[in-house]
Every structure is written in structure tokens, then in C-alpha cells.
């Protein structure tokens, strides 16, 4: 197989007419751009959705050699959003509906040899009601444009429409089952298949005859090596037959979601995931490999999370690629929201897209659940037991989900997926699992959400709360056995219609913003791991930013064993965090967040005015502690019994208590305090965080890579730019203006001048062609930085 890449210079037009099918029509004022490209730029935020909704043209010319002639010319789209006609020399060679899918055909017959072929593709990124998702309302932006890559294969002769690899008897005998489906009917074809591990050894090969279209045979393998989320091993299967050959990648291990749990490979795993959504600021969708792989990797390796779902459609190759190679698991779903649409051409569509999606994501081990039911949507018995047929027929290990967000629905599926958003901040936390679906396996979906919007710029205190709802929901998924485990809402904020969000197009429901900057919730996920230490301290510690001076409940988000506190340069406690553990609320989490209420430690001791004995300090510092938890003095009046003997003893007045947690708790009316929190592991000291005021105000940035490699098309890379204070902690409240530029070896993705959001933001840099080194400089209140990029065109 020989595989031409066609991502680079496409014309564009943001309109289509019929007279752009003629090869000989004149386009040099279309745009030149490249796959994936967005059919828009749009803003941030605060703007009409309808300026993406129109139907556009895309147009290249390629020249195909005389040598390709009397060999398959398979021209392949990965995504078109939403839906995309594709013309050969003006002649219709295939169409396809939805936006999340791949497609494509051989176009041979239509192509002129030795000569110019012009492809035409009209896209149509208007919302047709016959099409998933379109119909109803949706809350989330479906975007427009040729936005995921383009390419053409070409075979010789017979070629392998799919090959489909299932690993069988995964906990005694391992196999791989291999079924290849041909272009064409063969006779007696030599056909010889090869097993290679992640060094490319051979580790089982088997030679034998096709007949037909469709071949199948079982390989053992021995010694195997199994696919698990902390050893992800990959094998690659390879069938030469006629004058072809074709690789695959897969992966030995068996997923099971029962009565009582998940598991893999035999081993009950809880399950801690995120939604994602695949869009981007300005760009919707169109990002390209390394952004996509960026984003598995934030959610394997900085959240420490176990599984991602990909909400509610299935998401870019790179993306699932990267999921397999770092051990993520993936609950795919077929396009939808919530609308189930009457029309019989949206429901082939809705089949086809389940079949599509089974077809082109089954080699993925990654993949332990397949959703056949549109998000949320109703009992459909007709549509959902035809999905659930199909996901059954075609794949006989993997078991299927469909989301419901309401209980005691029919159950075609094998497995109850359910969103359940019960926790409101009261007592309810999640609904009875036997109530909600009764005794079948069972794992719950999203939740969070909408029921608590949380800005990377709200308060403290909403943040804090936000991230504590995490916390109550894990935790109480961890408590009960029967759950297999819950998948938060959501990953990051994103662009949405004007029937959701906060009134500026965002939902703000991310545990990190568009950008994939990190709000406090996402600690709670980071925690959960002991590979990164992670200590997160709920306040800044300003009292002035807090209702009556009181800074209130604070917590400690941390995987470390001790936590040592220092005011003003002085330890004054230590924390035992397996002790502050046993007490918390959130107990049944591998790490719970720990509520810090003792931030006064042994201070009373000396105190040099009052002179306490060891004990009276002990009472003493109990009495601020009330005080300071309940944020009043009330808190006095309920120690009332207990402090009359210091009353006495030490001559206190409401003055001299009011003074002392001034010194001691509050800081009010006192010179700022600066509090240090040290993280110890193993007695190691492996993190620490600093809170005080703010004396100097730092430009921070950070690129994720310093290379980019412009290979198969354009490459991006994010720079995180953010206002902090001399403790490299962000300036909440800092909008400074910021603007990048380039020394033009790279492009900035959307707006190059911006007020930072919060004190933080980010930008995406794309290369253009160019290669050399990209000098690129950020500047903002009279700071600048630049950062240096290695850029390569392969
Ligand atoms: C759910 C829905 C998600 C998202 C979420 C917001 O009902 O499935 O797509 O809209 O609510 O909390």
C-alpha cells in the first residue's frame, strides 16, 4: 500500500455553487488552507453560533501518476462535520452523513491518469434535522469544516477492506482471533499472518489460504504480555496476502462490567474517569495529532485517571491511539443528545454511525464499553434493540451501555449507564443503584456538571465547593461495591449553544477551562495517584477576599504522608495526614481531601502575653478553632462551659479572645501573614506551596514542548502564559492584557492579543511550512518573555 497524505493546500471557500465542480473553474480567490481546518475561526466567547452554520467548499488539485492505473485509489476523509459530498473531475464519488466518523471509497473510475484531478468537497456544517445530532437541542457545538485529515490509499490488486483483531481466552490461553474482510472475492489466496510485540519480535506467524471475501484464523500467543492501564501492551498483527499487506495494533485483555464491579483481566477496578469533548478555543474541533494526544495524556498522566468517555460521539484516531499506548480506558459512544428523531433517514443515519464507529474503533484495546444509545435520550425499543444487534454482531466480546439520565428504564444493553446529577450540595449524593436499575452491572455516567458551574475566576469558596462535590460523588462511588465506578462532567469548559452556558456561549463545567488549565476540582482526580506528589491548599489565605475577614473552612487536597504548616517562616503544626485521614468525609477515596482546621499548632504555648500552661494553650486553641470553624462568635458562646476556668485564670474579656484569634486565626487588623505548606513522603520532602500577600507580580510561561514537526500536516503547541506572585502562585484577579508574537516561523491560533482570564490563558502556535527556530514573544505589563521553538518539516 502506498498512502498519500492530502492535508496541505486545499482551496477554500465559504460558499459553495455548482459551477465549482467544473475542473475548469477559475478558484484563486478561495483561500489556501490546511486539513483539519475549521470552517471558521470563532471567538472565545459571546457570539452567534449560526456564523459556523453554512454549507462551503473545498477544492484540490492532485496529479496521479499513469503507474497507479488498474490499482485502487481509495480516498479517505477521518472527519467532516457534518456532512460532505465528495466530487472526482465534477463526478459524485461518495457522500457521507455525520461528523465523527471516517469514510471513503475507492475513486478509480473517476480519476484521469498521468493528468490534474481536481476533488471537490461541499461540506455542510449546517445542523440538518437528519442527521445525529441535529433535531432537538444539543449542549455543545458540532463546529463545521474538513477537520480531521485526509489521505489517499493505494492498493494492487485485492486489498483488506478491514481486519479485525479479537483477543480470545485472555486469562488462560491467550489469542488473537484475526478477521480479514477483502475488496473482492479470492480463490485460494497464500495468505501469511504474523504476531509482533512492541520490539517487533516475531512471537506467533500461521500461513494458510483465503477463500471468499472474508478470512478468519485464531493465533496463540505465547508468553503474553496483557494490555492493563499501568502496562499497556500493545501487539501489531500483520497479513501479507497477494501483492499486499496490512498492520494492525491490538491488544490482549478482558474487560468485564458486572453484577458487582468492573473488571480487567480479571482484577475489579474502580473506575475514575472524565467526559471529554473534543473542541478547542476558536477552532472547534480542527486540531490536529499532538493536541489530541495532549489531551490522553493530561487525562492519564497529570489526572491520574483510569478512563476517559468520549462524549457523545467518537473521538479523533490520535487520540484513542494514545489511549491504547498509555493505558486510558475508553467508553466510546454513537453520535447524539439527548433527541431521538422520528424520521427514518436520521435513524439509518443513527445505525450507520453505530456500525461505522464499531467497525473503525474495534482493534482499539482501549475500548472496554460501546455506547449504542444516543446520550440521554428516551426508550426507543426499536432503535436501541437494532443498536445493541448490531454492536452484538459485530463484536462478540465487548459489552454495550447506552446513557440514561432517568432509572427504571428497559434495559437492552448489558450494562446500566446512568448520569446521575442528584448532588446538589444536600444530603442526597448519589441515587440508589438498586433503585435507579436494579441488580445489573452498573456505572454511572456523569454527574456534577451543570449542578455546580464553576469559573477558574469565581471565588474561592466556589471553588473549593466545586472541587468538594468531586470529592463527595467519588467517594461515595467508591464506598458502594455494585458501582463500577463514575465518570465525571467534564474534562474542560467548552463552546456551547445559546440554549446552555452562562449566557457567553461557555459551559463552565470543566475541572479545567478551555484551555486545559487545571481549577482547584482537578486536584481532587491528581490526588488520587502517588506518581506526581500534589498539594493543593483550598485558600490563598486572604482574608480580605472572604466575608467578614474569616477565611473559614480550608482544605488540603494531597497525596504526600505528612504536611508540615509554617507561619511567617515558623512551623506551627504538623499533620499526619493518615490520622486527618481516618477523619474525613471523603474516607472511602484512596486520598480524601482533609478539611485544615488546626492552623494555630502549638503557638499558645508561647504566647508571650498571656503565658499559657501546655494544657490551658490546648483549651484555648480549641475555643479559636470553634470560633474559626463557625465564623462567628457564636463559636465563643457554645465553649461557653469550657473556657469559663481561662476566663477566670487569665482574665480574658471578649477583647482579649477576639485578639488572640486575631493573632492566631484570622490575621485581621494584623500585619499579612504568610503561611508555607511542605509535603513530606517517606519522610522525603517532595512539594511545598506558599500563601501571602502579593509583592511581586511575575510573568510565567510555558510551552509543552519545545519542538514541533511538521509531518503529515501541521503541527500545534500550547503556551501557558500566567500573571503569578513571588510564590509562582496565579494572581486570581489579574486581567492584564497580553500579546504574542512570532518571528513568523509559526502561527498564532486565534487572537494574538488577549486579557488574561483569572491571572491565566493560554495559546496554541501552529506551524506554517516554515522550519527553524521560532522566537516567540510574550509580552504583558511591561514584562516580556521569549520562548524558543525547534521547528522541523519532515
Ligand atoms: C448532561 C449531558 C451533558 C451535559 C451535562 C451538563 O445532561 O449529558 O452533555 O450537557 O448534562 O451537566
Excluded at 461540506?123 to 434535522?129: F, G, L, M, N
Excluded at 454513537?334 to 431521538?340: D, L, R, S, T
Excluded at 453505530?354 to 446520550?375: D, F
Excluded at 509554617?566 to 477515596?589: C, I, P, T
Aim: glycine letters at 8%; aromatic letters at 12%; hydrophobic letters at 35%.
Amino acid at each position: 500500500m502506498v498512502s498519500i497524505n492530502l492535508n496541505f493546500d486545499w482551496k477554500y471557500s465559504e460558499k459553495f455553487e455548482e459551477q465549482m465542480l467544473d475542473n475548469n473553474f477559475d478558484d484563486k480567490e478561495f483561500e489556501i488552507v490546511h486539513i483539519p481546518h475549521a470552517n471558521k475561526i470563532i471567538p472565545y466567547n459571546n457570539f452567534d453560533e449560526e456564523i459556523y452554520q453554512f454549507v462551503s467548499c473545498y477544492r484540490k488539485n492532485i496529479f496521479i501518476e499513469k503507474t497507479l492505473q488498474g490499482k485502487a485509489i481509495c480516498l479517505i476523509f477521518e472527519g467532516v462535520a457534518n456532512a460532505a459530498t465528495v466530487y472526482v473531475n465534477g463526478q459524485l464519488a461518495f457522500e457521507h452523513k455525520g461528523g465523527y466518523t471516517a469514510f471513503g471509497g475507492d475513486i478509480a473510475q473517476f480519476v484521469q491518469f498521468g493528468a490534474d484531478n481536481i476533488i471537490t468537497v461541499k461540506v455542510d456544517s449546517t445542523e440538518r434535522d437528519d442527521i445525529p445530532p441535529f433535531g432537538g437541542v444539543v449542549d455543545y457545538l458540532c463546529y463545521g469544516g474538513i477537520y480531521r485529515e485526509v489521505y489517499i490509499n493505494v492498493f494492487d490488486g485485492v486489498y483488506a477492506n478491514t481486519m479485525h483483531i479479537t483477543p480470545l481466552d485472555v486469562l488462560d490461553k491467550p489469542k488473537a482471533q484475526v478477521d480479514i474482510n477483502f475488496s473482492q472475492n479470492v480463490d485460494n489466496m497464500p495468505i501469511d499472518i504474523k504476531v509482533l510485540d512492541m520490539q517487533n519480535n516475531v512471537i506467533a506467524t500461521s500461513q494458510e489460504t483465503a477463500n471468499g471475501d472474508n478470512f478468519s484464523t485464531v493465533l496463540e500467543i505465547a508468553d503474553a504480555k496483557l494490555w492493563d492501564i499501568d502496562n499497556p501492551f500493545l501487539y501489531t498483527v500483520v497479513a501479507t496476502f497477494g501483492k499486499e499487506s496490512v498492520s494492525e495494533r491490538f491488544g490482549l485483555r478482558e474487560c468485564r462490567f458486572k453484577k458487582k464491579g468492573f473488571f480487567l483481566n480479571g482484577k475489579r477496578i474502580k473506575i475514575r474517569g472524565l467526559n471529554r469533548h473534543q473542541s478547542y478555543p476558536y477552532v472547534g474541533y480542527a486540531m490536529p495529532k499532538s493536541a489530541q494526544e495532549s489531551d490522553a495524556e493530561f487525562l492519564k498522566d497529570t489526572l491520574g485517571l483510569n478512563l476517559v468517555r468520549t462524549s457523545h460521539y467518537p473521538n479523533s484516531k490520535h487520540f484513542m491511539n494514545k489511549c491504547d499506548e498509555i493505558g486510558l480506558m475508553v467508553f466510546t459512544e454513537i453520535p447524539g443528545w439527548q433527541f431521538i428523531s422520528k424520521k427514518q433517514e436520521w435513524r439509518d443515519v443513527c445505525l450507520q454511525h453505530t456500525q461505522e464507529m464499531i467497525s473503525q474503533y474495534y482493534n482499539h484495546p482501549s475500548i472496554i464499553l460501546w455506547g449504542v444509545r444516543i446520550n440521554e435520550s428516551g426508550d426507543d425499543k426499536e432503535l436501541y434493540t437494532q443498536t445493541n444487534k448490531i454492536a452484538h454482531s459485530m463484536d462478540k466480546t465487548r459489552q454495550t451501555g447506552g446513557v440514561r439520565c432517568f432509572p427504571m428504564s428497559k434495559l437492552l444493553e448489558d450494562v446500566y449507564t446512568y448520569n446521575d446529577f442528584s448532588y446538589a450540595g444536600k444530603k442526597t449524593i448519589l441515587m440508589p443503584k438498586s433503585f435507579v436499575a436494579g441488580n445489573v452491572p452498573y456505572l454511572i455516567t456523569e454527574f456534577n456538571g451543570h449542578m455546580f458551574p464553576t469559573k477558574t475566576f469565581d471565588h474561592e469558596k466556589r471553588r473549593q465547593e466545586h472541587a468538594l462535590r468531586y470529592a463527595k460523588v467519588i467517594n461515595q462511588a467508591y464506598k458502594k461495591k455494585g458501582i463500577s465506578g463514575c465518570i465525571g462532567w467534564c474534562m474542560s469548559d467548552y463552546n456551547t449553544h445559546k440554549d446552555f452556558g452562562s449566557g457567553d456561549k461557555i459551559c463552565y463545567h470543566g475541572i479545567s477551562d478551555m484551555f486545559r488549565i487545571e481549577k482547584l476540582a482537578a486536584s481532587v482526580y491528581k490526588m488520587q495517584q502517588t506518581k506526581n506528589p500534589v498539594l493543593e491548599i483550598s485558600s490563598n489565605m486572604e482574608i480580605g477576599d472572604n466575608d467578614g475577614g474569616q477565611v473559614g473552612t480550608i482544605y488540603m487536597f494531597t497525596n504526600c504522608d505528612q504536611v508540615k504548616l509554617y507561619k511567617n517562616g515558623k512551623l506551627v503544626n504538623e499533620f499526619d495526614m493518615a490520622q486527618e485521614r481516618k477523619k474525613s468525609e471523603f474516607k472511602f477515596l484512596p486520598f480524601p481531601p482533609v478539611e485544615m482546621l488546626d492552623i494555630i499548632g502549638n503557638q499558645l504555648e508561647y504566647d508571650d502575653k498571656y503565658k499559657f500552661s501546655k494544657r490551658d494553650a490546648k483549651k484555648m486553641k480549641n475555643v479559636l478553632l470553634t470560633i474559626k470553624k463557625s465564623g462567628t462568635i457564636v463559636g465563643i458562646i457554645k465553649k461557653l462551659f469550657s473556657i469559663a476556668g481561662l476566663i477566670i485564670k487569665y482574665r480574658l474579656s471578649i477583647d482579649s479572645v477576639t485578639e488572640l484569634f486575631g493573632k492566631y486565626c484570622s490575621s485581621w487588623g494584623q500585619k499579612q501573614v504568610s503561611y508555607r505548606f511542605e509535603g513530606y513522603t517517606n519522610g522525603q520532602k517532595v512539594i511545598e506551596t506558599e500563601k501571602g500577600a502579593i509583592y511581586e507580580k511575575k510573568l510565567y510561561v510555558k510551552s509543552d514542548r519545545d519542538s514541533l514537526i511538521e509531518d503529515k500536516t501541521y503541527d500545534v503547541v500550547r503556551v501557558v502564559i500566567k500573571a503569578t506572585n513571588q510564590f509562582d502562585n496565579v494572581c486570581p484577579y489579574d486581567n492584564s492584557v497580553v500579546r504574542v508574537k512570532t518571528n513568523g516561523i509559526v502561527d498564532i491560533i486565534g487572537d494574538d492579543t488577549f486579557a488574561l482570564i483569572g491571572g491565566q490563558r493560554a495559546v496554541w502556535l501552529k506551524t506554517n511550512g516554515k522550519s527553524g527556530i521560532a522566537q516567540v514573544v510574550i509580552e504583558c505589563d511591561g514584562k516580556s518573555q521569549t520562548i524558543k521553538l525547534n521547528v522541523e518539516k519532515k
